[in-house]
């Protein structure tokens, strides 16, 4: 990160995949996705009061402690309330850095596409104050170029909707996507073509050695959860995580208006539970999926009180318990690294149960 | 005549089912779970050997589950109590279509098939409500013995409503309910249907089971209180065994009995 | 002149009873959120029913444990929003107030309150399998132009989805009619409120809670406007209480509507909850400037719980020097989480204007969260350490 501050006129924070990293690279900034486990003091996380996702209050700990000191400004989504609590907190209690909110639509039609790409431009203005560095279309639909090249990337590691067997285990492949928004973009986009090309040389590899899952979730970024599912006898083949693959459905058209098509790709990326997809649309969508899958189970990853994934799990479940698809639902705390005994039993337990299938 | 070994570690109690060829019980035991599980069950499986009269060498396999059961380092193979409870349970009646357990520390509901295979699972995750503890730590509010609990509920006349399901709230809302002169027996009776309703909250996520006799395991199924709640909550007469808590442990020693079953002939053929 | 007692027993009994009807003549029925805009759907001839109002309605008949049970989603109740869990469990349960809410044709929401509204009513409309539509409000927005134009277009998209689903057309002379009268009876009701700015107080908030349901569920009727005239002239006529003047607190947040009272027993004539600016939040502002679906866009984008932080916490400062505010008792409802965010932040705001708070956490409509002891506790201190400072 010292680096990174280096090289650039400093690091964003940001959250959630609403937010267009290409905008905060244009302006010179370095985006970083804040996730993982920061140094806390343990006070802290009881500052913001429960049922606020537990994402939210270990990172409002960590933003406690100082621990986060070190981006130049954070730019919010309003996907959800926790993180409006974590946002207003983060401005009322403590000393942040400029805490930017970028309003993006529930929706995805052309009114919500209009919006968002006004949204998009009042950022970049923001940032391009920030930092004190201007952008062309032209720099900006070179940056959005090197984002789509991660994209382009990274939908190479996952079967779906070949359903090849990958040349890489689930917890490696949801790692890479994970690395993707910490990392320095070309370094990255070095390394991902790098893997990218070494495994597809190598041919397809039988990896699925267990019983073969689908995560969900929001953002999991407990590699050692989903290490430990694997190591209890179970492949994760695919997943539908912030993480995963909804970092990387569709590219920015590079043709008409960027912050238009910006705008549209964000909104357009595919269902998400923060937002209002057509309900049908949304269905047929993840029925067609697991029917092209054939999982023999979907487990849920949920953050402790989670409002969006824990309705998402509610109505997929129904779904799921129609087509005969075995479901578990983990919560998990965030500030918790080890798996629980509790979760360790409910994993091995459900691994067991789809075994004697 | 060859034996087979269950051991279910649980979060208070440490139980051992020994099982013979026929998969007839040839002893149980209940101990308190120590610091050092795997002590406690070494010096608990010393102990039966000695009482039972019969050698290391003719306990073909050793099995373990529960919490604890990675730390039982003297055994052949380890399942969760998932899968123990549902072949215990099917051992014992082939209509059972449901498992429910209420332990220490969690409750679970689970669902098997025809066969005995477990086709849905639902434990508690939130907190103590709706176990054992709650009752633990509530009954010692009103200083009562877990032991006496049944047997004092059941002269209840009284259907009083506790409105808190945390473990905290309700010993506040018990003293309360105490200084106002509501009876013990009314107030255990509440606890009761406190638990049965976090039971029923797991029931009401699981849609595969719609018909079949349910079974009730666990410590808590000795409590005759709980068992004619949970049958008035969940609207349907629950099945205790004799003895209760220890089909997780005749679960998995039977279990391993049957994996083991195949080798066995092949060895003696 | 009616009493105001009377127009509200009517306008209670008629608004279910009619909802009944409703669904009998065939009338088209959507179930909305607190604060969708009412006027167009009622423009184009829609039966509008809130189910927030009648878990409200549920919660006070002490129904919440039994109903949750029977929603099929106890084990998530620490998790959902207690109206939530409330609605899915009025689908299953038999012994409902007025029989129960009918069926409705549609849903429509808005996220202007919280973001549970949304995920809450595309789980509804699944169950149901009937069409649902959602208004986009972003919260905080400081671009006027842009995002009064966002929510416009929002509502002629509206307005074609509910053509689409019932053939009815907007009346635009009957919108205008309609957002006219929720003008008015909102700065009637926000009137109500301010009789209680004298001293001592007229009338305690939990009284002024009764007062609620028609701003909510009939804001631009004729008969909402007619109710909250009646009451206002009977609050203004009443004489002034003998009472020692009390000491005056402001309830900021939810009600607990599963108490008698709506607030904890331990009021008396020494401590009296004068203002709860829960209720203040159906006072919407409709701008003096704009008209029609330009109106509406700007008073539903800025409900309360749509505010920034800063806006929140200076009108609670306001209505603190307003109604001469001595101490203020936060409700943490852990059902609407959007709310939380405002505790910490208005308890520093009060401590630089010397005014002691304290905080009670619990439930709006679940009492499986309210601890009566350790409540009575807390205000107990509370009140301790008020008396020590006045």
């Known amino acids: ?357 | 005549m060859n034996y087979y070994l269950g051991i279910d570690v649980g979060s208070s109690y440490i139980k051992l089912a020994l099982l013979d060829d026929a998969e007839t019980m040839a002893f149980q035991d209940v101990i308190q779970r120590g610091a050092d599980i795997d002590a406690s069950c070494r010096a608990c499986f010393d102990e039966m050997l000695n009482r039972c009269q019969i050698d290391r060498n003719q306990i073909e396999g050793i099995i373990a589950t529960g919490y604890g059961r990675k730390q039982v380092t003297f055994c052949d193979d380890v399942i969760t109590e998932i899968t123990a409870l549902a072949v215990g349970s099917y051992a014992i009646d082939r209509t059972i279509r449901c498992v429910i357990d209420i332990g220490g520390q969690d409750s679970k509901v689970i669902v098997i098939d025809q066969f005995g295979k477990v086709l849905d699972f639902m434990m508690n995750h939130k907190c103590s409500a709706g176990t054992g503890k709650f009752l633990e730590v509530t009954s010692a509010s009103l200083g009562v013995p877990m032991e006496q609990l049944g047997p004092l509920s059941q002269e209840s006349d009284k259907v009083l409503k506790l409105s808190s399901i945390c473990t905290v709230f309700a010993e506040s809302e018990i003293i309360s309910c105490i200084a106002r002169g509501e009876k013990k027996e009314d107030i255990i009776r509440a606890l009761h249907r406190t638990i049965s309703g976090q039971v029923r909250g797991l029931f009401s996520q699981i849609n595969s089971f719609s018909d079949g006799t349910i079974v009730f395991v666990g410590g808590l199924a000795l409590n005759d209180g709980m068992i004619s709640e949970l049958s008035e909550t969940l609207k349907q007469r629950v099945l205790v065994p004799p003895h209760p808590q220890f089909v997780g442990a005749c679960g998995a020693a039977i279990f391993l009995r049957r994996k083991m079953e195949p080798v066995l002939t092949l060895q003696g053929t | ?390």
């Open chain 1, 1 to 357: 990160m010292r680096d990174m501050r280096s090289k650039t006129r400093g690091i964003s924070g940001c959250f959630s995949n609403y937010i267009p990293e290409e905008v905060i690279a244009a302006a010179g900034f370095h985006p970083l996705r804040i996730i993982g486990r920061y140094e806390t003091s343990s006070h802290h996380s009881q500052s913001l009061y429960a049922p606020v996702c537990s994402f939210a209050r270990d990172i409002f700990a960590a933003a406690a402690s100082g621990a986060i000191s070190f981006v130049s400004n954070v730019i919010f989504p309003n996907s959800c309330d926790s993180l409006k609590v974590l946002q207003q907190m983060w401005e009322s209690d403590l000393t942040p850095p400029p805490i930017h909110v970028l309003l993006h639509p529930i929706q995805a039609d052309d009114p919500s596409v209009r919006y968002f790409a006004q949204q998009i431009e009042k950022l970049a203005d923001i940032l391009k104050n920030g930092s004190g560095l201007s952008f062309t279309d032209l720099q900006l639909a070179d940056h959005i170029q090197r984002y789509n090249q991660t994209r382009q990337l990274l939908r190479k590691l996952y079967p779906f909707p070949d359903n090849k067997p990958p040349f890489l285990k689930g917890s490696d492949r949801i790692a890479l996507v994970t690395a993707a928004m910490i990392m320095d973009r070309d370094e990255y986009n070095q390394i991902l073509g790098q893997i990218v090309a070494e495994g597809l040389s190598a041919g397809s590899v039988e990896r699925e050695t267990g019983k073969r899952i689908m995560v969900m979730g929001p953002l999991v970024d407990n590699l050692q959860l989903l290490e430990t599912i694997e190591q209890l006898g179970a492949s994760i083949v695919a997943d539908d995580v912030t993480n995963g693959s909804r970092y990387f459905n569709l590219d920015v058209d590079l043709d008409g208006n960027l912050y238009e098509n910006l705008a549209k790709r964000y909104l357009r990326s595919g269902p998400s539970p923060t937002m209002n997809t057509d309900i049908c649309d949304d269905e047929r969508f993840f029925r067609g999926r697991v029917t092209d899958l054939n999982p023999d189970g979907i487990i849920f990853i949920n953050q402790k009180f989670c409002e969006p994934h824990l309705h998402n799990y509610l109505a997929k479940l129904e779904i799921l318990k129609e087509m005969k698809v075995n479901a578990l639902m983990l919560e998990v705390e965030h500030n918790r690294t080890a798996v629980s005994e509790r979760d360790l039993l409910r994993i091995e337990s459900f691994v067991e149960m789809l075994g004697e299938g």
């Open chain 3, 1 to 390: 002149m009616e009493s105001s007692r009377s127009i509200r027993g009517k306008m209670f009994t008629e608004h279910y009873h009619s909802a009944a009807q409703a669904r009998q003549d065939g009338k088209p029925i959507a179930y909305i959120t607190a604060f969708t805009p009412v006027e167009i759907l009622k423009a184009m001839g829609l039966v509008c029913l809130y189910p927030e109002s009648y878990a409200v309605v549920c919660a006070a008949s002490n129904k919440s444990a039994d109903m949750i049970q029977a929603s099929g989603m106890e084990a998530f109740s620490q998790d959902l929003c207690s109206y939530s869990l409330l609605s899915f469990g009025a689908e299953h349960y038999e012994k409902l107030p007025f029989q129960g809410l009918p069926q409705p044709d549609m849903l429509i929401a808005a996220n202007n309150q919280c973001g549970t509204t949304m995920l809450w009513f595309r789980l509804l409309a699944q169950k149901k399998n009937i069409p649902l539509f959602i208004i986009d409000y972003p919260a905080a927005a400081d671009d006027q132009p842009s995002l009064v134009n966002y929510i416009t277009q929002q509502y002629e998209v509206l307005v074609d989805f509910v053509k689409g689903h019932t053939g009815n057309d907007l009346n635009t002379s009957i919108l205008n009619e309609q957002i006219e009268r929720s003008k008015k009876t909102c700065h009637l009701w926000k009137s109500v409120h301010e009789v209680n700015k004298a001293r001592p107080a007229r009338i305690e908030a939990h009284k002024i809670i009764d007062a609620l349901f028609p701003i909510v569920v009939a804001k631009g009727t004729q008969q909402a406007y007619d109710y909250y005239d009646a009451l206002l002239n009977e609050y203004s006529q009443m004489a002034e209480q003998d009472t020692v003047d009390a000491v005056r607190l402001l309830w900021h947040g939810y009600p607990m509507w599963f108490l008698p009272n709506k607030f904890p027993l331990c009021f008396d004539d020494e401590f009296q909850v004068v203002l709860n600016d829960y209720t203040l939040w159906w006072s919407l502002n409709y701008p003096d400037d704009s008209s029609g679906m330009e109106a509406l866009a700007a008073a539903y984008s800025d409900t309360y719980l749509n505010r920034s932080i800063q806006r929140k916490v200076e009108e609670v400062a306001d209505l603190i020097a307003d109604y001469s505010i001595d101490g203020v008792i936060c409700h943490v409802n852990r059902s609407c989480r959007r709310s939380l965010a405002d505790i910490n932040p208005l308890r520093k705001r009060l401590h630089q204007l010397s005014i002691p708070s304290v905080t009670i956490e619990s439930d709006m409509a679940n009492p499986s969260f309210y601890s009566d002891e350790q409540v009575r506790l807390r205000i107990e201190s509370f009140r301790d350490a008020l008396r020590r400072v006045l």
